[in-house]
């Protein structure tokens, strides 16, 4: 029973649950853009990006996501986190820069927000080094 009780406690720990949920977020698009999402062709023009690099892209940009979703989950490096911030705050702001209404952008608050808080909690880095 003593397995089971440490594992309650890691469910319940609020930096595990950012963890899963920054993985999810990270892991579901990543597989959407190795998987060359067309809906997302227009938030690349948006960036000034044509369809045919976009399609170059995606796979690229899905393979860091994979790899950021499992970083955050096993070994939540603040670098890893601030490029999901960063990374996460970007792509929801594209939506309204490619004409969608604002709401697409607010909707994904917890696509930068979590990497965001749990940044927070670990503590925000003082020098590169970190």
């Known amino acids: 029973m003593k397995n089971l009780k440490e ?3 890691h ?9 899963l949920g920054i993985f999810g ?7 959407f853009a190795l998987q ?13 990006i044509g369809e045919t690099t ?4 995606m796979p690229i940009i899905g393979a860091m996501d994979v790899a950021v979703a499992f970083v955050v989950l ?6 890893a ?8 705050f970007t792509t929801a702001l594209i939506r309204p820069l490619s ?21 927070a909690l670990q503590g925000f880095p003082k020098k590169m080094k970190e």
Do not use: C, M, S
Request: no cysteine; charged share 15%; aromatic share 22%.
């Open 11 to 19: 469910v319940a720990d609020p930096q595990w649950i950012l963890r």
């Open 54 to 57: 976009a399609q170059t892209l």
């Open 74 to 79: 096993f070994y939540p490096l603040k670098f």
């Open 99 to 119: 004409g969608e209404p604002i709401w697409d952008f607010v909707e994904r608050w917890a696509n930068w927000a979590a990497p965001l808080a749990l940044l």
């Open 81 to 88: 986190l601030a490029w999901a911030f960063l990374w996460g």
């Open 7 to 9: 594992l309650k406690g």
């Open 36 to 48: 060359i999402k067309k809906n997302w062709i227009p938030y690349f023009a948006a960036a000034g």
């Open 25 to 31: 977020t990270f892991l579901g698009h990543g597989i």
